[in-house]
């Protein structure tokens, strides 16, 4: 599965980004999709998540209500979009796939066995 994230951005405090994963290559075998960000000196953080084969999406608690996370029902694609962004969003945003559902916690990195480039998000004024 190869993965290739887009949409970062510089935005002001209060603005919209909208990220874009393209999912390609044995998209079938992925159980399910994972944001997760990154800033310098820290682990990379869970932001969302979800199964292919499941209606429910999972967020952090730092994010729910703000980020929304929608998907190509062919699998080719999954979004994020990130709503009244503050300046503690700015990070580098990665999209991972998860080989299983047993392959480990959705809200661990060590469970997704594919990531994207990552895309830079900076959110100031």
């Known amino acids: 599965v190869q993965l290739q994230a887009s949409g970062g951005g510089l935005v002001q405090p209060g603005g919209s980004l909208r990220l874009s994963c393209v999912v390609s290559?044995?998209?079938?075998?992925?159980?399910?999709m994972g944001w997760f960000r990154q800033t310098p000196g820290k682990e990379r953080e869970f932001v969302a998540a979800?199964?292919?084969?499941?209606?429910?999406?999972f967020y952090a608690d730092s994010v729910r209500g703000r980020f929304t996370v929608s998907r190509d029902n062919a699998r080719n694609a999954v979004w994020l979009q990130m709503n009244g962004l503050k300046p503690e969003d700015t990070a580098v945003y990665y999209c991972?796939?998860?080989?299983?559902?047993?392959?480990?916690?959705?809200?661990?990195?060590?469970?997704?066995?594919?990531w994207g480039q990552g895309t830079l998000v900076t959110v100031s004024s």
């Open positions: 991972a796939a998860k080989a299983t559902v047993y392959s480990g916690a959705y809200y661990r990195p060590a469970s997704y066995a594919n």
């Open positions: 290559g044995g998209t079938t075998n992925s159980a399910g």
């Open positions: 979800f199964y292919w084969n499941s209606k429910s999406t």
